[in-house]
Structure formats: C-alpha cells, structure tokens
C-alpha cells in the first residue's frame, strides 16, 4: 500500500486472516515500519518455505490449502482435485514446525 497497491494475495490472507487485517490496518494508518517487518517476514517465509513446494511440482490451490492448514487456520484436508498434487500431511507438519521457530505470529493456534 506504501507504493499504491491495496489487498494481498488470498493464500497470505488464509494463513492469519487476523495478522493480515492487522497488517492491512498498520498499512492503512501509515505505520510503515511494523508493515515493512512483517513484509520482509512474508518474503523469507516465501523463499524458504514455499519456494520449495513450488519446486516439487506443487502449485496454487495445493499450496493454498497446505499454508492454511499448517497455520492452524483451516480444519479441513488439504485435498485438491486434478491437475494439482496434494501437499502430503508430512510437509505440511514439516511447514508448521519452520512457522512455529521462525515465524510463530504466523500460527492463528
């Protein structure tokens, strides 16, 4: 938003819908330096954890759907239909784990 954007990819927004609205609010009062913090937490959290599902084949709602499971958001399986692969469950605890040491805020449980 500092740049004139408005809204975040819905995969961010299925992670913490709660720390996303917070990040929204901090964007929309101008409070530039705790948004920067958690964008920059987005960024290695992309790089580290998501790249790599992304170059084992997996892709969007498969990914979606294992972010928002890892992060205690949605109760329901991370099935997808075809053409996607689902995330197996061992990733997505694998996800979890490198949420809870790194980027705890990031767990809505």
């Known amino acids: 938003m500092m740049l004139g954007a408005s809204g975040t990819y819905s995969s961010v927004a299925l992670m913490n819908p709660r720390l996303m609205l917070a990040f929204y609010d901090a964007c929309e009062q101008g409070a530039w ?14 790089v580290e954890a998501v790249q790599p599902l992304l170059d084992e084949g997996y892709w969007d709602a498969a990914i979606d759907k294992a972010l928002a499971a890892a992060t205690g958001f949605l109760s329901c399986p991370a099935r997808v239909r075809k053409p996607y692969a689902q995330v197996p469950p061992d990733r997505i605890a694998s996800l979890r784990e490198y949420l809870q040491q790194n980027f705890p805020a990031f767990l809505t449980v």
């Not at 330096?33 to 992309?46: C, G, H, N, S, Y």
């Open 33 to 46: 330096e705790p948004a920067a913090r958690l964008q920059r937490d987005l960024v290695k959290f992309f």
